[in-house]
């Protein structure tokens, strides 16, 4: 069979959409770097100021967390309905506050509280984009929205390509994507841990760090979500699509 050969994206509408793609893209990962900035020290200098014992169990509580938010998530969509970015906000903000207040065990009891506001934005993301969050492939999608670098790490975009994994959409391949989303996203939460626990700033460094997590999620999600959306209505292929956001966001970073 011969493969099919796929144009260079022409339209002027599909490229402006996708420049605005990427400037949101560049902007959610440069407020990361201000927060740290304001807490003092690096990513990785962060994570090494975790207790051995925190550090080895997060990977098992990151995918237990993102597998409990899950269902949670989910079944929250039937009781509350999806709120304003600014509010997901606020309320994140607020935990992270109260999280802070109470050092390294207050920021642990305050993290699965916080992953699963954070996968029911995504999912209202889906919903506003016009994805039903309730399908097993829109479930999949949100959870890969986790996969990105996180608001703590300077990103190039490259890692856009993760999200390229084709996965069968069954109960059993939930739980590998989980798997193989938790490492990253371990990482991840890991510096937000350290973070909050930071001497002195308590409730403030909490504050930020929610306030910083819950913007950058929720743009990313909307250009995760944006580029499927624009895929679907343009006829483009969602892959080709992908590689040209890819290249804009490296080219201005």
Not at 26 to 41: D, K
Not at 67 to 72: D, F, G, I
Not at 183 to 207: E, T
Not at 222 to 229: A, I, P, Q, T, Y
Request: include cysteine; glycine fraction near 12%.
């Amino acid at each position: 069979m011969t493969p099919e050969i796929l144009l260079p994206v022409s339209d002027p509408a599909v490229l402006s959409e996708l420049d605005a793609l990427a400037k949101r893209h560049r902007a959610a990962s440069g407020v990361g770097m201000q927060v740290l900035g304001f807490i003092g020290g690096s990513a990785e200098g962060l994570l090494g100021k975790l207790p051995s014992g925190v550090r080895d169990g997060l990977e098992g509580a990151t995918a237990r967390a993102l597998e409990t938010a899950l269902s949670a998530a989910g079944r929250s969509r039937g009781v509350v309905s999806d709120r304003a970015d600014w509010v997901n906000t606020a309320l994140t903000t607020a935990m992270g506050a109260a999280g802070g207040l109470g050092g390294l065990p207050g920021a642990l009891t305050e993290l699965p509280f916080t992953v699963t506001m954070l996968l029911r934005a995504i999912q209202g993301i889906a919903a506003e984009h016009g994805f039903d969050p309730g399908s097993e492939e829109v479930r999949v999608e949100c959870l890969r929205v986790f996969a990105s670098a996180g608001p703590l790490a300077q990103d190039d975009g490259t890692d856009m390509g993760f999200l390229t994994a084709k996965v069968t959409i069954t109960g059993p391949a939930l739980n590998g994507l989980i798997a193989r989303v938790a490492p990253r996203f371990a990482a991840v939460l890991g510096q937000k841990l350290a973070a909050q626990a930071a001497p002195v700033l308590g409730a403030v460094a909490g504050a930020a760090v929610n306030y910083t997590f819950t913007s950058y999620y929720q743009d990313i999600a909307r250009v995760h979500f944006g580029l499927k959306r624009l895929a679907r209505d343009s006829g483009q292929d969602e892959g080709l699509l992908r590689e040209e956001l890819v290249a804009r966001i490296v080219k201005k970073a």
